[in-house]
DNA sequence: ATTGACTCTATAGTCACTATAGAGTTTAGA
DNA sequence: TCTAAACTCTATAGTGACTATAGAGTCAAT
């Protein structure tokens, strides 16, 4: 099977997989004559397993080091715990900031009634007054905003 | 004042600055003989009011919009209705993907009980199961994740 | 032989910045 | 006055997980 196949046959994009390999989470196949990739059946399932973490938002070096654990099968768990864990509590962190995030969304919208000019608009009023009380931001940070110093 | 001070004051970055006055998010100031940058004191409103909405998750463009409904104050406000209706909806919709989010990673973690290998662990094992009645992915984009054709 | 569909690599772009290099400027103290 | 520290400047590369594109090659059918 040429890439384009298990491509349709996945739901990933052509490049997604290519990404993939690049960057190690898929293993680099045999190729045709004339250097297409070949993939047999098992690669479907590899894709899948990688396409159902992303699904869950799962960063690809999460993934990754899923895939490495998958492949020793002696070793145990706690990592794979850890990781979920971590996981779960940044998606859950993620879900509070956001609901906040709502809440002063809806309450800066309910500050403008109907028909009014910009001038008078409640929401640019309250956009544009002080912030003493105002959280200082940046609670928002993607999921692998590390700081990276080197 | 100087840039770091500014940046010192409203709590943002040095080149942030830099990177909103390229972007347009901020006029261009006179500079000092030795060319630097110097700012009055409404430069700290203006970028408070940046700072402001990017805390309320705004993308940059969002923000260019608002500001050029804040300098023609004749125009009504249908305009920034209508846009902080879209971003609530899209704060909402993902809202709502992390919390289904949630309890898929809630589910998988309640599959690993205690100690167990990597062979046997649950959670890996629901990974590699078959796919079939799992959502398409894709759910979760980006704020801005259009796909520009030009 | 040619068309069209597919594939290849390499590169640039997305967003909102951060980090760095290498240069110049200003300020304080010796 | 010299110098060192602290600051600023521009320009460029990097972040993540890809997408989009250019320009070339491959393959199957006509
Ligand atoms: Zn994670
Ligand atoms: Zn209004
Ligand atoms: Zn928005
Ligand atoms: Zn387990």
């Known amino acids: 099977m040429k890439i384009g196949e ?13 990404y993939y390999e690049k960057e190690n989470l898929l293993p680099s196949t045999r190729r045709s004559d ?17 396409r159902l973490c992303r ?11 899923l895939l490495s654990l998958k492949n020793s099968p002696g070793a145990d768990c706690d990592e794979v715990n850890y990781m979920m864990e971590a996981h779960i509590q940044q998606v859950e962190a ?19 009634s109907d028909q009014q000019t910009v001038e008078n608009c409640g929401i640019l009023q ?10 200082t931001g ?3 940070d993607r999921h692998n905003g590390a700081t990276f110093s080197g």
């Open 94 to 112: 993620r879900i509070n900031d956001l609901m906040e995030l709502n809440d002063q969304l809806r309450a800066l919208r309910s500050y403008c």
């Open 55 to 65: 699904g869950l938002d799962l960063s690809l070096s999460e993934v990754r080091q």
């Open 6 to 18: 298990l491509a349709k046959r996945t739901g990933c994009s052509v490049q997604a997989i290519r």
């Open 126 to 135: 309250s956009l544009s007054s002080s912030v003493d009380d105002r959280p």
């Open 34 to 50: 004339g250097n297409f990739r070949l993939y047999d059946e098992s690669y479907i399932e590899q894709l899948s397993f990688i």
């Open 138 to 140: 940046d609670t928002h």
